[in-house]
C-alpha cells in the first residue's frame, strides 16, 4: 500500500477514484478500497452505490462480503462521456494507446484523433470530437 497523506487531493472525483481502484484490484471488497483511498468505508459504500445505479460496477455477495469489479460495457451518465464505455475511457487513460473517438467520426472521414489528445480532452472536461 502507498503511503498517501490524507490531506492529497485526487485529480478525478470521489467516484472516478474508486472506479480506477476497482479496474485496478478486481473483486476488492470496501475494507480495501476504504483503506486504500483513505477513505470511511460509509463513504465507499454510499460511492458503490451510485456507481453501482448508474451501471459501472457489479458486485457479488459470498457470505457476509461483497467483491466489486467495473462493468466495462457500462456507459458513463456524464452527457460529456456517455458515447464512452467505461472500458474504452479506462483504456484510454490508463494506456494510452489506442483510439478512442466518438461514433461516426471515421465514418464522417475524419482522421481519428490520437488516443493522447482524448485523454487531454477528456480530462480537461472537453468533448470527444
Known amino acids: 500500500m502507498h503511503n498517501v497523506s490524507k490531506k492529497a487531493w485526487r485529480l478525478f472525483c470521489s467516484h ?10 478486481p473483486d476488492c471488497t470496501i475494507s480495501e478500497i476504504a483503506d486504500a483511498l483513505t477513505v470511511t468505508p460509509r463513504t465507499v459504500w454510499g460511492l458503490i452505490g451510485d456507481l453501482k ?11 457476509k462480503r461483497h467483491y466489486y469489479t467495473i462493468n466495462g460495457a457500462g456507459r458513463f451518465p456524464d452527457p460529456l462521456l456517455s458515447h464512452l464505455t467505461l472500458d474504452e475511457a479506462l483504456k484510454a487513460i490508463m494506456l494510452g494507446s489506442d483510439q478512442v473517438d466518438p461514433p461516426g467520426r471515421a465514418a464522417a472521414g ?20
Open 16 to 25: 472516478g477514484t474508486v472506479l480506477f481502484y476497482i479496474a485496478q484490484q
Open 110 to 129: 475524419r482522421p481519428a484523433r490520437p488516443a493522447n489528445e482524448n485523454v487531454k480532452a477528456l480530462l480537461e472536461g472537453a468533448p470527444l470530437v
Open 53 to 63: 445505479r448508474a451501471g459501472l460496477v457489479d458486485s457479488r455477495r459470498e457470505g
